[in-house]
């Protein structure tokens, strides 16, 4: 657990001198707990006391990088147990798993199929982050299929062996991107600990038994590898989950050392609709890392929709800037809609009228990111609200009409709207899916 502003008190040399900038120590402290500030304001601290609030400021998850350059992606730094209580910090990364026994021509179509995995949702690009190559056949052909995969992509590798020596050549032939290592047991530790060690790469700790794990992640750390990801094997998806939450509340709640760092999932399933399940169950519930065999366009999309909403700051709702936005090859006569800046309301809106073909304006009014209605529930969107858009906007001046298309569920502001911006008000459907059959019939 985090020390308290009194445990930080306790540890500081309580001679009130000042020059930290606070008149006491104990404001000094408070500040420390709040983590505004660092030690090293403090000029009389122990280097005893200075060792043990630099280990208490540590996060509970160490933060792992994966990968080199723009591609790269970070794992861990997690602070809670539960999203409503802060936020969860870096999305889980999603890898692909190619076995090394496929044709080079499969190997590349794996690849040209991973690479088209990037779309826009709600104003953010979702993409995947990682591909896994695992050795089924002998070490030359395992070179060369991660040869294949570094040449072909710029996602970070992960090596997959059970035979340290092919691990090792495979490391040293994809040491610039920085692969991530397959895995140290208590079987094999001593050889490949020297390889992370060597090229200076992460490493994958597995055991079934999370005691045996944080017993190896001791033994690695004390040989100064600290870049480390947990995996307790393949199991029921019962048992992964009731892992995945040990591991995060050992961590968390027991300031577990040893246990904290991100957790890595292989997903061993043939069927492509339980394997999407069981990877997004393993996402909901802490993993940092989630491998998949499948590449189905309608899983992966799944899968990285689910990922976006879980780790999407709950104090903090995605939104736009409100303002008037041209559809298409709006003009004078285009109709024009009202919705507010809440990031998935504007996009569904957006969606459905580039559907219809036909150039319009969408007006996002701003309501600090809330949906239609929470937003009027909040009384942020509103007959004054949507006005004061208007005006800002200089719609007056944009068309040479005055209508207005407002959603339906809030057809009750109407007439209010109407007397205030002097515009008509159209009462548009109910559901954005309605908006293309609506604006075809509008005239």
């Known amino acids: 657990m985090a020390l308290s502003g009194l445990d930080i008190y306790k540890l500081l040399p309580k ?204 033994e690695l750390s004390s040989l100064g590898i600290k870049d480390i990801i947990l995996d307790t094997g393949v199991k029921d998806i019962g048992d992964k989950i009731w892992d995945l939450t040990q591991l995060r509340r050992q961590a968390l709640k027991k300031s577990n050392r040893a246990l904290g760092y991100p957790s890595l999932v292989i997903v061993d399933k043939t069927n492509p609709y339980d394997e999407a399940v069981e990877a997004a ?34 104090q903090k709702p995605l939104q736009i800037e409100p303002k008037l936005y041209p559809i298409g090859k709006a003009t004078k006569e285009s109709p024009v809609l009202i919705t507010t800046n809440f990031s998935l309301s504007y996009y569904t809106v957006l969606g459905e009228v580039e559907a219809s073909k036909i150039p319009s304006y969408i007006l996002s009014v701003d309501t600090e990111g809330m949906s239609v209605l929470t937003a009027w529930a909040a009384e942020k969107f509103n007959a004054e609200s949507i006005t004061k858009s208007l005006d800002r906007c200089g719609i007056k001046d944009i068309v040479d009409h005055k209508n207005l298309i407002i959603p339906g569920y809030v057809a009750i502001l109407s007439g209010d709207l109407e007397e205030q911006s002097g515009f008509k008000v159209i009462v548009g459907p109910k559901e954005a899916a309605g908006i293309p059959a609506f604006l075809k019939n509008l005239n």
Not at 20 to 45: R, Y
Not at 293 to 311: C, D, F, H, M, P
């Open 281 to 314: 169950a393993c996402i909901a519930k802490y993993a940092g890392i989630v491998l998949i065999k499948g590449i189905e366009s309608w899983a992966v999309l799944s899968i990285l929709t689910l990922r976006q909403n879980i780790y999407t700051d709950p």
């Open 15 to 218: 001679t009130n001198c000042k020059q930290c900038g606070f008149a006491t120590c104990l404001a000094f402290a408070m500040q420390l707990a709040k983590k505004t500030l660092t030690i090293e304001k403090c000029p009389f601290v122990s280097p005893e006391a200075k060792n043990t609030l630099e280990e208490q400021s540590l996060p509970a998850i160490k933060l792992i990088t994966l990968g080199a350059n723009q591609s790269k992606f970070e794992v861990g730094n997690e602070t809670v147990l539960f999203r409503h209580e802060e936020k969860f910090r870096n999305p889980a990364g999603l890898g692909f798993i190619i076995d090394d026994s496929l044709a080079d021509i499969q190997i590349k179509k794996r690849i040209e199929k991973i690479k088209q995995f990037s779309f826009e949702r709600v104003g953010q690009l979702l993409e995947v982050n990682l591909i896994a190559v695992k050795q089924n056949s002998n070490t030359k052909r395992f070179l060369e299929a991660s040869e294949l995969v570094l040449n072909n992509t710029t996602l970070p590798i992960m090596l997959i062996s059970d035979d340290p020596a092919a691990l090792r050549q495979a490391a040293a032939v994809t040491a610039a991107r920085r692969p991530l290592l397959y895995c140290a047991t208590k079987d094999n530790l001593n050889q490949i600990a020297p390889i992370a060690k060597e090229f200076q790469l992460p490493v994958v700790v597995a055991s079934q038994d999370i005691n045996e794990l944080a017993h190896l992640t001791k």
